[in-house]
């Protein structure tokens, strides 16, 4: 993939001249960098081929114009973000082309480590994007589907482990009742859940940065539909790191902005349930050898690890997450 020069991102973006050259500034599911010129400083974002749209499609080009068209109207009705900068020559919106590769560019944005609970912040900024863009049918989008694994997937892969003697055969037999469990809870709100909405799909720690006035909600590439008060359940699991009091905090916020949260009951936290288990699959579908790895995963033995740790926690897990929902006040 092409590595962009100051020059090259200051002439599509109309930026001034460079101070220097771009400074690398984080690889995850793109490449990023800052960049100062004469006009100010910049994020600058280059894009891999692929960053999996759920929309019609399969080409990034696609998931990029559905989420600049909900990042206009986020921006629009006023939701902390960073501000974009139009290229000279948009392949699309905010995009350009440099060589083989897309890219995007912000205002830099002066930020420092978390410095204060953003519990309040937080939960506000989901009912305002919640509210963008209410989907309307019932149902929860196919991205959840590939948790779902019928039981003869998961004793056929097992039954493979133990045949191969690989690191994670032994906590398979402990884990399988749990994980047929939560799938089969999955499967039951896949057509009814009721609340299906546009989403951020992305409210990591690493998406919230903390300028001067407070906090930033950044990345908006991975809009996706999800279910409002599921995904609400998930972002408070993230920002509380499973502490009952501090995820109580932040969803009190999201109820307290007008969010709704009643008919999840007790799961609540089912898409956390979900995240272990989809990544259990995709995991263990590599270490059997019926797909190859994504670029997050690493090597071999490090996927193995990662399902045998993955397994032997497990059953705690899902069990912590069931007796949560009671231990918010929420459900």
Known sequence: MHTPTAEEIALA??????????????????????????????????YFPTIGSQFNGEQLIDQLAVAMAFERE?????????????PIDPVLDCVTRIEDRLFRVYRWIDHRPYDR???TWLGR???QVHQL???????LPDWWRPAIQPPETWQDWFTKARDRDVSWAGPCTDSLPH???????????????PDIITTHGDFKTHNIVMSDSGPVLVDWDSVRTDSAALEAGRVAYIFGAGDPEQINKILTAYVGAGGELGWA?????LSVTRNHIQILAEQIRVSVGEDTAARWMGEPATI????????????DKLDHLRQLTSSVGLA
């Open 125 to 127: 900024t989901m009912v």
């Open 74 to 86: 986020a921006r629009a009705a006023g939701i902390d973000m960073p501000e974009p900068v139009m």
């Open 133 to 139: 863009q209410p989907a309307g049918p019932v149902g």
């Open 179 to 193: 994980i047929l469990s939560a799938t089969e809870r999955i499967t039951e709100l896949l057509d009814v859940a």
């Open 265 to 269: 009951g007790p799961d609540l936290f």
């Open 304 to 315: 193995d690890a990662a399902i045998a740790d993955l397994l032997r926690g497990l059953p």
């Open 117 to 119: 609970d953003v519990s």
């Open 13 to 46: 973006f109309g930026l001034g001249e460079p101070d220097g050259e771009v400074v690398h500034f984080r690889r995850g599911g793109t490449d990023t960098w800052r960049l100062d010129t004469s006009s100010g400083s910049y994020f600058v974002k280059g």
